[in-house]
DNA sequence: GTTACTCCCGTAGTCAGCTACGGAATCAAG
DNA sequence: CTTGATTCCGTAGCTGACTACGGGAGTAAC
């Protein structure tokens, strides 16, 4: 599956990671990825570990992850550093838990202004409109 | 409560609000809030009315509808649009499950890591960094 | 050797939703 | 009538993560 001899031009690299290549060379400017070597003149080649890292961003950025904080997370990238990951790990973990309880109440908050809106069919008067004129007091699903 | 003749210059509306003066005038800008009429020369007086709309856009923005979107819910509001506005509901809510189980996902993924994390202390390779790296892989909780 | 593609680099633009700045006008209090 | 706060308006800046553009250089295929 992986060749381990592979050197691509940034081109090659951003199709098989799926992404296009200004975003690569834009990761370079942020410092999240090394500066490769330039065999040939002046036109860089990568090889699997390019790639490899590419994934990791992708990755810990749909775990939420900043690139800012993608950034701190590679430094600990000798293994050496479980304990600091873990700690990143957890606070994001608890962010995201926060963020799903907000949306859970949203959810309830929307699901209940789209059910009064079924019931009321053919009133002059939208709930949905009105409830959020009122500003959801009734739902006492405030926003925080 | 509620005054009837309530009149407002743009930084008492802000305050009782709880938004800044420039939001505000920034709502006018994006044709959100009708301009006021200015009663004493040039300055803006704002009434209830006014602060309803603020409460109607917070709320609205709260729960997930972007200010563009928001404009939209407000050409309904005369109450005769109760479908459209149902729908609009609607769709909000199927876009909020989807973010809701989509971080309830990354949640699992996440807490995996640092479990596994906390399980292998003192180890020298960092399952959180290389579990990125490999791309979550034996996680099954990839990204779409 | 010519054409067509890709690469390099630096800079600037995009999006949403604000937030800040500067200078003039106006208002309320003393 | 002065002082100081507030308002007006237009414009510009901010954040984060890209995305695009322009012009020059290198590279690959025919």
Redesign the interface.
């Known amino acids: 599956m992986s060749k381990k001899q592979c050197s691509m031009t940034i081109g090659v690299l951003a199709k098989a990671a799926g992404m296009g290549v200004e975003t690569i060379r834009y990761y370079l400017r942020r410092g999240l990825m090394a500066e490769p070597e330039k065999p040939y003149g002046s036109i860089r080649h990568y090889d699997e570990q390019a790639l490899?890292r590419l994934?990791?961003i992708?990755?810990?950025q749909?775990?939420?992850f900043s690139l800012d904080e993608i950034g701190g997370?590679l430094t600990?990238?000798d293994?050496?550093?479980?304990?600091e990951?873990?700690v990143l790990?957890?606070q994001?973990?608890t962010s995201?838990?926060q963020?799903?309880s907000s949306?859970?109440r949203?959810?309830r908050?929307?699901?209940g202004?789209?059910q009064e809106?079924?019931a009321?069919?053919g009133?002059?008067?939208?709930?949905?409109?009105?409830s959020?004129?009122?500003?959801?007091e009734n739902t006492r699903l405030l926003?925080d």
């Open positions: 490899a994934h990791f992708r990755t810990a749909w775990l939420g997370l600990l990238q293994g050496t550093h479980c304990d990951a873990r790990g957890e994001k973990l995201v838990r963020k799903i949306l859970q949203i959810e908050a929307l699901d202004l789209v809106c079924c009321q069919r009133n002059v008067e939208c709930p949905l409109i009105t959020l004129q009122d500003g959801l926003p």
